[in-house]
Nanobody
Framework: QVQLVESGGALVQPGGSLRLSCAAS????????MNWYRQAPGKERELVAS????????TYADPVKGRFTISRDNANKLVYLQMNSLKPEDGAKYYC?????????WGQGTQVTVSS
């Protein structure tokens, strides 16, 4: 079955960096676009970044452009989110996501807290 397992969340000071990882299994990872979403308390889940199956194309939400980088390792079925220059408003639970046949699959999320 499909599994997405995120890791790497932590408490970090403003201006700091984190790298999130998502380990995927149960589907043909190399043929599947992947996404990172985030959800802060009291807010809707929002799309942060996307990457095509071969990694050639990435897209970002405006609030994270220039600070976050999504990447993937198809050989090891991993997708990453490098987050630099973190701001308090980046604090949220971050989720790995993919969609197959109009069905969304989610990991359990990893918590990122940005605070001094």
């Amino acid at each position: 079955q499909v599994q997405l397992v995120e890791s790497g969340g932590a408490l970090v000071q403003p201006g700091g960096s984190l790298r999130l990882s998502c380990a995927a299994s149960g589907f043909t990872f190399s043929l599947t676009a992947m996404n990172w979403y985030r959800q802060a308390p009291g807010k809707e889940r929002e799309l942060v970044a996307s990457i095509t199956s071969n990694g050639a194309t990435t897209t970002y939400a405006d609030p994270v452009k220039g600070r976050f980088t999504i990447s993937r390792d198809n050989a090891n079925k991993l997708v990453y989110l490098q987050m630099n220059s973190l701001k308090p408003e980046d604090g949220a639970k971050y989720y790995c996501n993919m969609r197959i046949w109009e069905v969304d699959y989610w990991g359990q999320g990893t918590q990122v807290t940005v605070s001094s």
